[in-house]
C-alpha cells in the first residue's frame, strides 16, 4: 500500500469544524482528510469545472497569470438558495494543508455568486449558476493543489460541492515520451519523463514528487518512482518504457441535444409527465474484441439543446435510462456507471442494479440535454482494485495529466513547479 492510499484510508468525507466562526477566519484548521470532488446535495446537477473558454479542459491555472476557470451548476430545488465559495489550501495528497489564508490568497473578495439565471421553456425548473475564479480583488499566491468549495450562504458549515484544481508554476515543466506497447494485444501505454530541475540553490533530489492522472480518473491516480539524477541537474522518474498504464477502452456516447430527432445510441424515447425520458441501446460486456476507434471527449460531457440558442438555462432535464447485458450478474464485483457524468464518482447513487427479468444492469439518471461520454467501473467488492468492463488497447485515445511536485522545506508546502497535459492521439 502506498504513502497516499495509507493517509487516506478509512476517510470517506470531508470533516470541517463543526462551529463555524468565519469561513476565513486566520488559523482556523479543520482534521486533516483527503479532499475528493462530491456533490453533498441531492438536488445539485450539471457540475462542471474547466479553465473559461474551453469547456473539455482540465482545471488548472498558472501561478500569477490572468487566467480563469469557470464553474457552472444547475439548482433543481424549489426553494431560493444561495451560495458561496470558499478557497482550500492542499498538499500534493488532497489534504487540507496548515496555512492560513493570507499565505495562499490575497484579498478580500465577495465570495456570493451572483451570475444567475432561471430555467425557461423546460419541463423541469431550476436555476443555474455559473462563477468565474478567482474572482476580482483576489490573487492566488501559492502554486498547489486547491480545491473550491460552495457552501449554502446562509449555512456555511453545510458544504454543498467540492472541486479540485491545480494552480502550477512554469519553472519546470516534465518532458513526456510516450510508447505504446510493443505488442497492441498488451493493452498498455508506456512513458518516459524527465525534467530540468528550478533555477534555485539546493535542490533536493528527495523532495521531487511526480503524479499522473488518466482522463481525471481520481480513483486511478498513481504516484510515479522517486526521481533520479540523469545529469547535473536533469532528474527523471521513469525511463521510455518503464511506466506503463492500462490503455483502456474509447468511451461510450450518447446524445440528447434535440427533444424531437432521436440520435443512434437512443432506442426509445417518450414523454411521461413531468419527464422526458430515454432509452438508450444495450451496452454488452466486451474484453476481448479488437480495437475499434470511436472519437470521444474523454469522459466528458456538453450541455447543448438544438432548439434554442441559450443551453445554460434553455436546456432540459431528461431521465435516461442506461442497460448493460453481462449476461449473469457478477458475484464479488459491483458495476457503476462512470465519467463525468457522475461526477467520475463511484458513489452508491451511480451502482447498478441487476434485473433478473430482463438479465441486465441497469440504471435511470436525470440528466441535462447534451453529449456524453460513459463508461462501465467494476469494483471488486472486497479490497481490491476497479477497473474498467470493456478491455484495454494500446491504441486508445488517452488525456494524461503529468503533475511536478517539490516539498518546500522553509514553508513546508508542496509546489507545483510544472504540469503536461499528453493526448495520445496528439502526440
Known sequence: MDYKQMRCKQVHRIVFFAAWLSVFSAGAQSRKSCIKDTIADDQIFSVSFHREGFPLSIPFIYLSSDEHLELMFDDLSPLQRDFSWQ??????????????????M??????????????????????NFRLIFPAEN?????????????????????????????????????????????EPSAGGQSFGISWEA?????????????????????????????????????FASCLPGECVFEGGNEYMNFDTKSRRYQSPRIKEMEFKAPYYHIYLYDDKVDSYSPYFFTEDINGNFLVENNETTEDRNEADYMY???????????????????????????????RMQYNFRSRRYEISLLLKQGYYNYEYILKPKKRAPSYTLNGSHSETGNEYLFLLYYTDETRNYDRLLGLKVYNTLLR
Open 320 to 350: 435516461i435510462h442506461f442497460s448493460l447485458n453481462a449476461g449473469q450478474p457478477f458475484v464479488d464485483e459491483d458495476v457503476y456507471l462512470y465519467g463525468a457524468l457522475t461526477n467520475r464518482n463511484l458513489a452508491d447513487r451511480y
Open 198 to 234: 528550478p533555477a534555485q540553490k539546493n535542490v533536493n533530489p528527495d523532495h521531487f514528487y511526480l503524479f499522473v492522472l488518466q482522463n481525471l480518473r481520481w480513483q486511478f491516480e498513481k504516484e510515479l518512482p522517486e526521481a533520479r539524477s540523469s545529469g547535473k541537474k536533469s
Open 138 to 182: 483576489m490573487q492566488i499566491l501559492l502554486s498547489g493543489n486547491y480545491v473550491l468549495r460552495i457552501y449554502f450562504t446562509d449555512h456555511p458549515e453545510q458544504t454543498v460541492l467540492t472541486k479540485r484544481f491545480f494552480v502550477s508554476e512554469n519553472s519546470s515543466v516534465p518532458e513526456v515520451f510516450y510508447k505504446p506497447a510493443d
Open 106 to 127: 490575497e484579498g478580500f473578495p465577495d465570495t456570493r455568486i451572483y451570475d444567475i439565471k432561471t430555467s425557461s421553456n423546460t419541463t423541469v425548473s431550476y436555476r
Open 87 to 104: 478557497l482550500i489550501y492542499c498538499n500534493r495528497f488532497w489534504e487540507e494543508e496548515a496555512l492560513s489564508q493570507q499565505e495562499y
